[in-house]
């Protein structure tokens, strides 16, 4: 797995030895040798990961790190400190400051190879989350508000055998507001999982015959559970059962005797990752329902009801209701835009109201709507045009204070699987045209020469209302 890697130290055989065993591994690698140029090098050349030493004049590694969180454009990079100190409030220190993992001095080759794995396979991921809602926000899509700060409700799931350290734990993790629920064993934190999937998973290694790894692997192959981060909880001796672990997708770990401020660091790091990729997951949901709903009614929109049709008809075939509001031009000049809002929206609110859940009704222009029924006949569509005229026409519609009684007209199609969508509309146009022609507030039902006539347009759109 390819990368760029920025390796930032103020001891040039440090950084030179770190470079090389990079290299070997076929990583892009640049080098900074303080504090700011590691700043300007990340602004500059945007690295995948970087490997920040702790200890530096001048800008030491805890402000670099916090500088490079801060900032939107850099705060997806993972920073692995890379240190001499044994102290465990400095690497407390480093975790609150953002950074994802220590490796202390002299490091080794194994452990820093398989934490640049795991940080990078979480990366791509967020990588592309982010991709696309930039994309979105590049659309005019505004993004929703981040996620807070405080990781206080959100769930966590022990599986323990041990029940002692289970309740320590837990005792600890409450203290950020957590809601902790423990299961003994591998099958019954899968059930777990399923029924309500937690925010973080703590997994101690101590299982018997690796059930622990078959969890974690799991975890990561289901889509349920796949974003899930998974903190192994580990002894010391156990380094190998630790990189196998990061190798099937763990997140992080800690080891025993467990640090419980190290812990409640790790976990929320990993909550707030995990509440980052949610919010970016919801925008570009967001942005792409936004790009296929029409903001007055609520309803879908051109572009996606004319996809919709043109898939029905390379399949089961559907029937079209293209609907025209009567006389709208008169509510808008006598009335303002503002009634004429009014009076679109709970048109769209009555059809909807009168169709079934598979049916897509849509705004189709202005004051048209359009009705596409899967596999419906002509009779059965004939049937429901006159049930969604007569909702219309029902009651008078509150605009402006003023009741106003107002009418659609209907024109309906049935296509074949060989139709194409411009033949379908087209025709449903024609018949509209004759039902405005023939005193509103009517349906016509498509004729043979409306078939052949094509689709309609803007032009149909003027003549019926002239």
Known sequence: MTARVLVVDDIAANLRLLEAKLLNEYYEVAVASSGLEALATVGRWMPDVV?????????????????????????????VMVTALTDQAERVRGLEAGADDFLSKPVDDATLFARLRALLRMKQVLDA?????????????????????????????????????????????RLDGLNVSASANPASAWDALIESTPDVMLLSLSLDGGDALRLASRVRAEALTRD????????????????????????????????????????????????YQERLRAELDRSLEMAVTDPLTGLRN????????????????????????????TVNDTHGHAAGDAVLREIADRLRAHLRASDVVARYGGEEFIVVMAGATREE?????????????????????????????????????????????????GALYR????????????????????????????????
């Open 51 to 79: 490997l920040l030493d702790v200890m530096m004049p001048g800008m030491d590694g805890y402000e670099v790190c916090r500088r490079l969180k801060a900032q939107p454009t850099t705060a997806h990079i993972p920073v």
């Open 129 to 173: 989350w982010r991709l696309r809602a930039e994309t979105a926000r590049d659309l005019g899509f505004e993004p929703p508000p981040g996620p807070p700060p405080s990781v206080a409700g959100a769930r966590a799931l022990l599986v323990n055998a041990d029940p002692g350290e289970a309740e320590h734990l837990a005792t600890v993790l």
């Open 228 to 275: 899930v981060p998974v903190v192994l909880v580990a002894d010391a001796t156990q380094k190998g059962l630790v990189l196998r672990g990061f190798d099937l997708g763990a997140n992080d770990h800690v080891l025993r005797p467990v640090d419980p401020n190290e812990l409640r660091a790790r976990v929320r790091n990993q909550i707030r990752r995990k509440r």
């Open 302 to 329: 051109r572009r996606y009801v004319r996809r919709h049709l043109d898939a029905l008809l390379r399949n089961t075939g559907a029937a079209v209701l293209l609907i025209d509001v009567d006389r709208f031009k």
């Open 381 to 429: 569509a004939l049937l429901v045009a006159e049930r969604l005229r007569s909702a219309v026409a029902a009651s008078p519609i509150g605009a402006a204070g003023v009741p106003l009684d107002v009418t659609v007209s209907l024109g309906v199609a049935a296509g074949e699987a060989t139709a194409s969508c411009d033949q379908v509309v087209g025709a449903a146009d």
């Open 435 to 466: 039902a405005k022609n023939n005193g509103r507030n009517r349906v016509e039902p498509a004729l043979p020469e409306d078939w052949a006539s094509g689709p309609g347009g803007a032009d149909s759109v003027r003549r019926r209302e002239a």
